[in-house]
């Protein structure tokens, strides 16, 4: 049996696709996964330089509403100056580095915890070591 659905990706919003009831299922289950079982892949977006990302949990794994995802920026390193209609949550691991937000920066650190509001212009930045965070959109 096939349930309707709506999509909510930039590229597909408000298209309606019909996934099996096994999906359903799926998003009942737990889903663990380590992040070093994750192979990451380089951010290819224009103007981004050395950071990459790892896709944690994600819609195969059944997330109904959020997905989760681990960048590793190396020293010097950078994501790209860019905003957005959502908002994302970002936890740093590892390493220093600044967030660009809009005309203005901040440092950044392990444990710190970041807002990032919808439609906001922002860029993550490492400092002389390899920054790792953890960032969490909606889907």
Not at 130 to 136: E, G, M, N, S, Y
Request: aromatic fraction near 8%.
């Amino acid at each position: 049996m096939l349930r309707p659905r709506s999509l909510e990706h930039e590229c597909c919003k408000n298209q309606t696709v019909y996934v099996p009831v096994c999906l359903e299922a799926l998003r009942s289950r737990l889903h663990k996964v380590n992040v070093t079982a994750v192979t990451d892949a380089p951010v290819t977006e224009e103007g981004s330089k050395g950071a990459r990302i790892k896709w944690l949990i994600n819609e195969k794994d059944g997330a109904p509403t959020f997905l989760m995802r681990h960048f590793t920026v190396e020293a010097g390193g950078f994501t790209p100056f860019h905003n957005h209609h959502w908002e994302h949550e970002v936890y740093i691991l590892e390493g220093r580095g600044k967030v660009r937000y809009e005309d203005r920066e901040e440092a950044i650190q392990p444990g710190d915890a970041v807002l990032i509001p919808p439609d906001k212009k922002h860029q993550f930045r490492a400092g002389a070591e390899t920054l790792k965070f953890i960032c969490i959109v909606p889907k």
